[in-house]
């Protein structure tokens, strides 16, 4: 265990449900990331926490909301989503963005 | 945004012998280099990484080269062994206040016995 931890490891969803996806670090990092990691595609970047605070979104459609109530836990909120949003689903922490990421074991996610 | 490239694709190289893998990016300003290493069914992991003020770090059989002129950055392997075979990826942090990283592809490492 490298110290962040996601939750659920998979998830089957509908394209109608609302589900949410859970990161927790216990490293004392301030930033915390997530990644979408599909086929044939190098990881993308969707969305930066910095001290809480939400310093990046890229272009992440609204049907992923993200939500940091502190600098330990992560969450990706999920809803209406569609077939080609599944993937895997990386959450990362790092001490600030000077540093590289300690990533956990993500969430294979498909949607039917 | 930042424009990083990555190549081969795949690598497949004898036991033993040495493997080279070279990204390309876009941003004059990015100022930090990681490589992780991601085995199947498991998660990204940092191997080595480097900054823009050093041009090589080394660490026993992986090493990492920067030509900040020509924006190019190579993880070499020496002495490969099976327990090597992986996707590596390389990542650039661009400068100008990004605060994620950018992502290679993947090179898709093959050690054949």
């Known amino acids: 265990e490298t110290g962040v931890t996601q939750t659920p490891r998979h998830l089957v969803m509908g394209m109608t449900n609302k589900k949410s996806l859970k990161c927790e670090q216990h490293?004392?990092?301030?930033?915390m990331y997530w990644y979408k990691q599909s086929a044939k595609k190098p990881l993308e970047l969707m969305f930066v926490?910095?001290?809480?605070?939400?310093?990046e979104n890229n272009s992440v459609p609204s049907r992923f909301s993200p939500e940091c109530p502190n600098s330990s836990h992560l969450f990706l909120h999920l809803h209406t989503l569609q077939p080609e949003d599944s993937a895997l689903y990386l959450c990362?922490?790092?001490?600030?963005?000077?540093?590289?990421?300690?990533f956990g074991s993500g969430t294979r996610l498909t949607v039917v | 945004g930042e424009n990083v490239e990555q190549h081969p694709s795949t690598l497949s190289v004898q036991e033993g012998d040495s493997a080279v893998i070279k990204c390309t990016y876009s941003d004059s300003a990015s100022n930090y280099f990681p490589w992780y290493k991601q085995e199947l069914g498991k998660r990204p992991q940092l191997i080595i990484d480097i900054r823009s003020n050093v041009g090589e770090k080394k660490d026993q059989r992986i090493a990492v080269t920067l030509n900040k002129t020509a924006k190019h950055f190579s993880l070499h392997i020496t002495e490969t062994q099976p327990e090597d075979s992986a996707v590596y990826f390389c990542a650039v942090r661009s400068g100008g206040g990004a605060d994620g990283l950018t992502f290679g592809k993947g090179t898709h490492l093959i050690i054949q016995p």
């Open positions: 926490y910095n001290f809480k605070e939400q310093t």
């Open positions: 990362a922490s790092s001490p600030d963005r000077h540093y590289g990421y300690t």
């Open positions: 490293l004392g990092h301030n930033a």
